[in-house]
T-cell receptor, first 115, second 114 residues
Framework: DAGVIQSPRHEVTEMGQEVTLRCKPISGHNSLFWYRQTMMRGLELLIY????????DSGMPEDRFSAKMPNASFSTLKIQPSEPRDSAVYFC?????????????FGEGSWLTVV | AQSVSQHNHHVILSEAASLELGCNYSYGGTVNLFWYVQYPGQHLQLLLKYFSGDPLVKGIKGFEAEFIKSKFSFNLRKPSVQWSDTAEYFC????????????FGQGTELSVKP
């Protein structure tokens, strides 16, 4: 059974460029989460969707960040324009059910470096 | 502010030593609790979880955790660590009335010396 699939695994980009990270949740899961991990701030929830609808985007740092989930099997996180402080590992995760008490499964992460 | 706190940033142990990693949270009401492990360069994997019932939860790889409601704690334990347990460990809380989202602690890096 395939897990959460993210792409790209690694990306190095120049400041000012647009970055798009992609995620395919586990089939049948209806909640999707985007997390960011940095040394300074640890794991932060950026946004999560339930049944393709954004439920909580309070963790999105600023307008440069946007996330979409056009269907149940695909989501994107876009940064435009990117800045060096956006360098981090971005994890996508999914779970079955949007309510409490469900295990969240993580993808392998997208390692972003903005130079 | 409501939060999840892990007391130790870095723990260094020798093989066969016992492990206990602290986790406290500040959310009231009914919470769901998790421990995740992240091996170097890898993604987070679930070690164990507590939703209800027996407060002593057993997970994979010989790990267990005890939920003590009165102390708002969910400490992770293992009687005898191995070199392969070297990783970062994250406590996470699913607060009440916040859907399925998890709030993570800052993580504890565990280094086990062979």
């Amino acid at each position: 059974d395939a897990g959460v699939i993210q792409s790209p695994r690694h990306e190095v980009t120049e400041m000012g460029q647009e970055v798009t990270l992609r995620c395919k949740p586990i089939s049948g899961h209806n909640s999707l989460f985007w997390y960011r991990q940095t040394m300074m701030r640890g794991l932060e929830l950026l946004i999560y969707f339930n049944n393709n609808v954004p439920i909580d985007d309070s963790g999105m740092p600023e307008d440069r960040f946007s996330a979409k989930m056009p269907n149940a099997s695909f989501s994107t996180l876009k940064i435009q324009p990117s800045e060096p402080r956006d360098s981090a590992v971005y994890f996508c995760a999914s779970s079955l059910g949007g309510v409490s008490g469900n295990t969240i499964y993580f993808g392998e992460g997208s390692w972003l470096t903005v130079v | 502010a409501q939060s999840v706190s892990q007391h130790n940033h870095h723990v260094i142990l020798s093989e066969a030593a016992s492990l206990e990693l602290g986790c406290n949270y500040s959310y009231g009401g009914t919470v769901n609790l998790f421990w995740y492990v992240q091996y170097p360069g890898q993604h987070l994997q679930l070690l164990l979880k507590y939703f209800s019932g027996d407060p002593l939860v057993k997970g994979i790889k010989g790990f267990e955790a005890e939920f003590i409601k009165s102390k708002f704690s969910f400490n992770l334990r293992k009687p005898s660590v191995q070199w392969s347990d070297t990783a970062e460990y994250f406590c996470a809380v699913n607060p009440p009335n916040q859907g399925g989202k998890l709030i993570f602690g800052q993580g504890t890096e565990l280094s086990v010396k062979p």
